[in-house]
């Protein structure tokens, strides 16, 4: 609660900040600084207390903790990262952090939500500033493009979560989780074809916000698109939020009828993988190969909701740790990209031709990145596939182990492609040698690949706190 | 930290130095380097002395808990840090050290990025030491694994003109082969417990823990421990003991469910084969080795020659054998076929190659399939022959990696047609080429002959003693020797022999000289070795032959 309130304030702010010309360097750190404050409030306070607001409306319990703690962090990780980005951009900067800061508010409603009132609203809080940010270079063609897509897409997509909430509401006479819940386990047996409409419509939605085939084809476009601070904002944190969200709704709320829709979630799940991780083999260009590369990512996510015959503590520390793994090394990946950019004008691998030897730095964290997304040993990318096959064969799944198995392998050569232009590449010009980062970029980054590296080789840390 | 902990990360101290070491310092990263693999190989000779040659099980246990996973109604999965010798590790453990030392002298001229040369250097010698001495299935994973990042970088960055290609094949084959190890690793985890671990849940207590241990497992062979106190396990050691099986899961010995014709166990003993094979590599998976090689420096060429080679068979035996013996007797056939088959095929391969480390490359896939064939047949001297033989074929291509190193660096050409009458010019080189050449033929009295012996007579006497596979297997792999000869004879007579001539006439017979005194450090060593284990194998077979006896003795009467 205290998260949602002091972070609306935040981001009324810095809005503000903006038309009284405050320094935005000032802007940043107080934005920066409330946010690891909310975050310290939330872990210290209610963790192991769970605590229901508005009526039921909101119930941080320690899964909405765990997740708020990793919207935040992610969040202010990227703000620190963003100066590579903001040194080229002049105008509107506070209004930049006030539309993030308004986003993560809708995320923590989406992941602490127990109403599928209050998940319809924390979506749209989420979205609509995101359909500003990913515009928000207006004299660029593609920027444009991918804003107009991602907004028509989403509003079609928000008609048809509204479509599903209602058919739900028709079939059950509630908004509640638990009373939904409740009624399937009553009903379990006789489900109308009404609630089934509902219940697939909810999922095709959550689908659109997590990028899961076939409803991903707009990832693409919108992430290659997008400035890519707010690419690496929408493949990290949004995506914490919207499997947040998704898991929150399908492992909890519809467990009693899972059989409804396992299946349908093992074809997603396999599909996302295939698709997302045959793609990414084709791309040159860096962003769009990580948007192929989520959608995969997002494909392993899903087989997390097929362990809803395992554990609580289990599945809640799989999907956990991989989110978290994944989004700590997209975000180290990312700053990398942004530091690039900032010399060179284009996203394809091309431009990272040489960079280990021009920045070592930079390859480093390129490649511990790399080699976690790609989920080799010791790093957390690893265990994280680890946690999810395991759990697979265990809940009797062989086939899509198999399948996800495959993927990895063909991951390899994608992610492998951008490794080799930064190590095994002569540069074309000397650009690359011109990046300069800050001391606090460097001991950020430094951290963070401890952090990858810590993680892969003490999951406790994250995996067993359920 | 105990000796065989501080013997894996050493060399993580010596990245520290050389990391904060700057630039302009770039002369001392060899030197740090040097230092450090140093102090493994007199750390590997301390384990020796350590070592009670006598007792054939597992020694110098270290073994600490290091991920517990509560999966609460399903009981726990428990990790742990494990470390330890026996006969097949031991020997492989101080040929590794020992040719890491090797390979840092051998990379003396590195100047091209050195700081990341040696780095990584380090983290490979680290990994395959780790991987050598892991007993826990994961912990072996990691560092199986974790070793294709260096080797990567290593073969990518000062390889050959088609480096990239190189790489990414090496890595991509391997890599599925670990992935398939993962599947079968995962399908284990879910299978079998430790049970003094699954004791201490269930606050059962016994006069010996020998005691306590046959209790726990008689109640679970009555399925009388609920399952939330099961604490399953990934120690290799605990896989391979019948009674730690859980009844009616998928792995349990007793599980009589066909997959596609195959029982569960069946399909994680051929995972794990594979997976396995790729590394060795044995045919029809061994196609990135040839590339791998040519691309690769040489001192990356002996590493992965004479170690990361032995990874994989070593794996085959300590995983695979160790944990499915009762397939490894189903299976034996096959096994044995892939051994033969490259024996023979890959000897055929070398006698048709133009480029010469092609030819050592090829000759390198023949020669592990001795040790995959000695693996197969799984009596006491074949195993015991295998071990040898993956030593002793440690130290003999490192020598030839070297040698060829040794013109290739002169003259940047590797073309066995490009050179005649090399021995009027570089006579010792000649010499050590000939005692190399000689050694790795299998001539008795070199280290060679005693491995394909030892495995010759295992595999002909395995149908008498355990009925695994048919002598014919081993009357097809002596035909391996002999085209061995034919292929290094002949190399020896287009090259060494006759009148000298060679390509670009007098620009290279110039630079043709013979050894320098840091090529000589490094060959007399290793040619030194050879000729010591030829007349006193028992150096190694003392170490080795116990634990080869007990694992042949424990898969025939599983």
């Not at chain 1, 599945?315 to 060179?344: D, H």
């Not at chain 2, 009674?243 to 792995?251: D, E, P, V």
């Not at chain 2, 595999?459 to 596979?469: D, R, V, Y």
Request: proline fraction near 3%; include cysteine; charged fraction near 10%.
């Amino acid at each position: 609660m205290v998260a949602l309130i002091s972070l609306s304030i935040l981001g009324v702010f810095s809005m503000i900040a903006g038309l009284f010309n405050v320094n935005t360097k000032a802007v940043l750190t107080i934005s920066i600084v409330t946010i690891l404050g909310v975050l310290g409030f939330t872990a210290g306070f209610h963790w192991n207390n769970d605590y229901s607001r508005f009526y039921d409306m909101l119930n941080f319990d320690n899964y909405a903790v765990a997740f708020t703690c990793a919207i935040l962090g992610s969040t202010a990780i990227l703000l620190l990262f963003s100066e590579h980005f903001f040194s080229n951009i002049k105008q509107y900067i506070t209004e930049y952090y006030s539309l993030i800061i308004f986003s993560v508010v809708g995320m923590i409603a989406m992941v602490a939500f127990d109403n599928l009132a209050m998940l319809f609203l924390g979506i749209e809080i989420m979205s609509v500033p995101l359909y500003i940010l990913v515009g928000s270079q207006k004299k660029n063609l593609l920027s444009n493009e991918s804003s107009l897509k991602y907004f028509l897409m989403g509003a079609f997509t928000t008609g048809i979560l509204l479509m599903g909430i209602t058919l739900i509401y028709g079939e059950t006479g509630s908004f509640d989780l638990s009373t939904i819940q409740s009624y399937f386990q009553e009903n379990a047996t006789d489900s109308s074809p009404i609630l089934l409409v509902g219940l697939f419509f909810l999922l095709a939605a959550m689908a659109f916000k997590v990028s899961a085939a076939p409803f991903h084809f707009w990832t693409p476009d919108v992430y290659q698109g997008s400035p890519t601070f707010i690419t690496a904002f929408m493949s990290t944190v949004v995506k914490i939020a919207g499997f947040g969200a998704f898991f929150r709704l399908f492992y909890i709320c519809f467990a009693p009828i899972s059989e409804v829709w396992t299946t349908a979630i093992w074809v997603m799940a396999a599909l996302t993988i295939t698709i997302g991780s045959i793609t990414a083999v084709f791309q040159n260009d860096i962003k769009r190969l990580l948007a192929y590369s989520s959608i995969s990512h997002a494909g392993y996510m899903l087989i997390s909701l097929l362990m809803v015959k395992n554990v609580e503590s289990e599945a809640f520390g799989a999907i956990f740790y991989y989110v978290i793994s994944y989004s700590i090394s997209s975000i180290a990946l990312f700053s990398v990209i942004m530091a690039v950019q900032k010399v060179k004008d284009s996203s394809s691998i091309d431009a990272f031709k040489g960079l280990a030897k021009a920045n070592p730095l930079l390859g480093i964290i390129a490649a511990v990145s790399i080699a976690s997304l790609a989920g080799l040993p010791p790093t957390a990318g690893f265990l994280a596939k680890f946690y999810i096959l395991k759990s697979t064969v265990e809940s009797g799944y062989v086939w899509l182990a198999l399948i996800a198995v495959t993927n990895a392998i063909i991951g390899i050569f994608y992610y492998f492609k951008v490794l080799i232009a930064i190590y095994f590449k002569e540069a074309e010009d000397q650009s690359l040698s011109l990046i300069a980062s800050s001391l606090a970029y460097k001991i950020v980054a430094v951290l963070l690949v401890i952090g990858i590296l810590v993680l892969g080789i003490f999951p406790d840390l994250v995996y067993s706190i359920f | 930290m105990d000796i065989l902990s501080l013997l894996v990360f050493a060399p993580l101290l010596a990245i520290f130095f050389i990391l904060i070491l700057p630039h302009n310092q770039s002369n001392f990263y060899k030197n740090i380097t040097l230092v450090s693999t140093s102090i493994q190989f007199l750390l590997s000779l301390i384990v020796i002395n350590r070592f009670d040659f006598s007792y054939p099980k597992i020694q110098l246990v270290e073994k600490f808990d290091w991920i517990t996973i509560n999966m609460q109604s399903l009981g726990y999965l428990s990790i742990d840090y494990y470390l330890g010798v026996d006969g097949l590790n031991l020997a492989l453990v101080v040929l590794s050290t020992f040719i890491f030392m090797i390979g840092v002298v051998a990379s003396w001229n590195v100047k091209e990025n050195a700081k990341a040369y040696f780095c990584l250097y380090l983290l490979l010698t680290a990994s395959v030491i780790g991987c050598f001495l892991a007993l826990d299935l994961f912990l072996f994973f990691l560092f199986f694994e974790f070793m294709l990042l260096p080797m990567y970088f290593l073969i990518g960055m000062w390889g050959g003109p088609r480096r990239e290609y190189a790489a990414i094949k090496f890595f991509l084959y391997t890599l599925a082969g670990s992935i398939f190890i993962l599947i079968a690793m995962i399908g284990l985890s879910i299978s079998a417990i430790e049970p003094l671990e699954t004791a201490e849940q269930m606050n059962l207590t016994g006069e010996t823990s020998a005691d306590l241990i046959a209790n726990v497992q008689n109640q679970l062979q009555l399925q009388k421990i609920p399952k939330k106190a099961l604490v399953h396990t990934l120690d290799i050691l605990q896989l391979s003991d019948k009674s730690n099986y859980i009844k009616g899961t998928w792995l349990s010995w007793d599980n009589e469910t066909v997959l596609w014709g195959l029982s569960a166990r069946a399909i994680v003993f051929l995972l794990l084969l594979i997976g396995f094979l790729v590394k060795v590599p044995s045919f029809p998976v061994h196609t990135w080795l040839p590339d791998a090689h040519v691309e690769a420096s040489t001192p990356i060429s002996v590493i992965l020659a004479s170690l990361l080679l032995k990874t994989g068979s070593y794996g085959l035996l300590r995983v695979a054998y160790t944990i499915l013996p009762d397939q490894a007797i189903e299976f034996g056939w096959l096994v044995a076929t892939l051994g033969v088959i490259s024996i023979i095929y890959a000897a055929y391969n070398a006698l048709a190659m133009n480029d010469l480390k092609k030819m050592i490359a090829y000759s390198s896939i023949s020669h592990m399939g001795f040790v995959v064939l000695g693996i197969a047949a799984a009596t006491a001297e074949s195993i015991s022959g295998a071990v040898f033989q993956m030593v002793s074929h440690g130290i003999i291509s490192a020598a030839l990696f070297l040698l060829v190193g040794v013109v290739y660096d002169r003259t940047h050409n590797r073309n066995i047609d490009s050179y005649r009458g090399l021995a009027s010019k570089m006579p010792i080189y000649t010499t050590l080429t000939v005692i190399t050449f000689f050694a790795s033929l299998g001539l008795p009295g070199f280290s060679g002959f005693i491995g394909e012996v030892l495995i010759l007579l295992g595999a002909f006497a395995a149908h008498s003693h355990n009925g695994i596979i048919s002598s014919w297997f081993a009357v097809g792999a002596t035909f391996g020797i002999l085209l061995s000869a034919a292929y290094y004879l002949w190399t020896l007579q287009r090259m060494f022999f006759g009148k000298f001539w060679v390509k670009n006439g007098s620009l290279w017979s110039k630079k043709l000289t013979d050894l320098t005194f840091q090529e000589r450090i490094i060959l007399f060593p290793l040619v030194f070795l050879m000729i010591l284990f030829g007349l006193f194998p028992h150096l190694i077979l003392n170490i080795v032959s116990p634990t080869c006896a007990l694992l042949a003795d424990f898969i025939i009467n599983r």
